[in-house]
């Protein structure tokens, strides 16, 4: 972690945009090392009885369910709390349908990659989903068959308006969409798609409104102007109507310090090879939603359809050390082998690893960010990285290798990279190895290609000027020296 004056890295645009400070995504804005929870809750595997595996769902469900039971109890200053863990010991699970966690505090844990969960069935479902909305009976193997995927449970909204405000309070900033807005950008004249079986989707005001979670840290009551903690990843731009402020209000259920943490995955597919063509099978591995400050760590995935998703109404997730791989779907379809997607607000994907991909570190559409992949590989994928279907925004991709945003120091092996600026604003490419194709892929402004500079990584080096430039404190809490280091196999 090497810091550098990071003012020159700010490169202005015409507009006066910089490059935006990104230091604050992840768990408990990503200076604070993930919580070492107790174990409150012991479990071991079952022996094959007549050749048959026994199902473990309702025995781990149900010891999830009475750790979620216990009391909260504080830890540290920076206001987590927490219950207990459910300890895996090694061996092999197997789980018909999927696993809830709904409850703050609550941490699924196993004993490394010994400890071994395989999704059975021919159900296509998403595995294990930490979300607030969520009761623990949707885990169940008949309730899968009928509505298995945490997306049909987002919330429409979580906000209210209000009058006054104070340093501290969580706010809303609302950017709304407009039909001025999305004509600029052509969104509402799209052709045909190419196999001309499907329109396409033209944009509507009310589907591109979108709401940035902030925090005040300052007023200037002489110009009725805030200060807020993490910078605006998006053109507030005068010639549209005005932006709204208002009280950030949870109305849905919402979780806190949950995490799923040392422990393989492994989806059991038919016997079709890894282009199984029937997919009923598992989907996403671990999708955590309406979650704020939560963690996925040292998690081995392998033959599900996609790996590790922070949806839409997560916040302040950290993903790291994490492996996805040998993933079991149509190769090349939409929808499939999105290995690691941040599709949520202040979230944080570090030291991962992504095998045989369609995007390897992604988002979906209208993902208002800021959002962080640092330090991470993808092998052997068939397609891009990046922001996936329609707009996002705020996304750092720093020393990623892999095949409108910010790109630092990042590597791709292969030579028809296309970087383009969206009508009206500007992504930063910083230090990029790797071929530019000469044909653009859209009509626009192609984006500059700076220099490399001498700082190893833009998010790290942000992270540390926060906190005092004291570079020792970050490694040790969060960088390399900081991973996760797991009791010896000892129970309560």
């Not at 359809?305 to 079991?328: E, F, H, L, N």
């Not at 044909?439 to 080096?461: C, H, I, N, Q």
């Amino acid at each position: 972690m090497v810091t550098g004056d990071l003012n020159a890295l700010k490169f202005p645009d015409i507009y006066g945009n910089t490059v935006p400070d990104f230091s604050r995504v992840g768990y408990r804005e990503g200076h604070v090392k993930i919580p070492m929870v107790p174990i409150k809750k012991v479990l071991g595997p079952k022996d094959i009885h007549d050749g048959v595996h026994h199902d473990d769902r309702k025995r781990i469900q149900d010891a999830i369910d009475e750790v979620a039971s216990l009391p909260l109890q504080c830890i540290g200053n920076d206001g987590a709390r927490i219950r207990g863990a459910v300890l895996l010991k090694a061996g092999t699970y197997h789980v018909s349908g999927a696993l809830i966690i709904n409850a703050s505090g609550v941490v699924l844990r196993g004993e490394g990659q010994e400890t071994i969960i395989i999704a059975n069935g021919t159900i296509q479902r998403d595995f294990i989903l930490v979300n607030g909305m969520h009761s623990s009976d949707m885990g169940r193997q008949k309730t899968q068959l009928h509505k298995a995927r945490t997306r049909e449970m987002m919330p429409r909204n979580g906000y209210k308006d209000t009058k006054g405000y104070s340093v501290g309070d969580r706010i809303v900033i609302e950017r709304p969409g407009t039909e001025e807005w999305i004509h600029y950008l052509g969104m509402d004249d799209l052709p045909c798609r190419p196999d001309n079986h499907n329109p396409s989707v033209q944009w509507t005001p009310k589907s591109f409104t979108f709401r940035f979670e902030r925090k005040v840290v300052a007023i200037d009551q002489k110009t009725s102007t805030f200060i807020i903690d993490i910078p605006m990843v998006m053109c507030l731009d005068p010639n549209y109507p005005p932006s709204r402020i208002y009280e950030l209000i949870h109305k849905f259920p919402t979780i806190s310090d949950v995490g799923v943490e040392n422990l393989c995955l492994v989806g059991k597919a038919n016997p079709g090879g890894p282009e199984d063509m029937s997919e009923d099978h598992g989907w996403y591995a671990i999708v955590v939603d309406n979650t704020i400050h939560g963690w996925v760590a040292d998690v081995t995935i392998k033959h599900f359809v996609s790996g590790i998703y922070a949806a839409a109404w997560s916040r302040y997730i950290t993903i790291q050390d994490c492996s996805v791989k040998d993933p079991i779907s149509k190769p090349k379809e939409g929808g499939r082998r999105y290995m690691f997607n941040l599709s949520g607000q202040m979230g944080l994907v570090k030291r991962c690893l992504a095998e045989y991909a369609r995007h390897d570190f992604t988002t979906l559409g209208r993902v208002c960010g800021p959002n962080v992949f640092v330090d991470s590989i993808g092998d052997y994928g068939n397609n891009d990285s990046g922001p996936h279907e329609r707009f996002a925004m705020g996304i750092l991709y720093d020393n990623i290798t892999c095949a409108f945003h910010v790109i630092y120091n990042c590597t791709a092996r292969t030579h028809n990279n296309c970087f383009q600026d969206p009508p009206g604003t500007k992504n930063w490419i910083i230090g990029f190895k790797g071929g530019v194709t000469s044909k653009p892929m859209f009509k626009g402004t192609r984006s500059d290609v700076e220099s490399p500079f001498p700082v190893r990584s833009l998010y790290w080096a942000q992270l540390v000027a926060r906190m005092d430039g004291d570079i020792q404190r970050v490694n040790n809490t969060v960088g390399t020296e900081g991973r996760m280091k797991y009791p010896p196999r000892c129970y309560v």
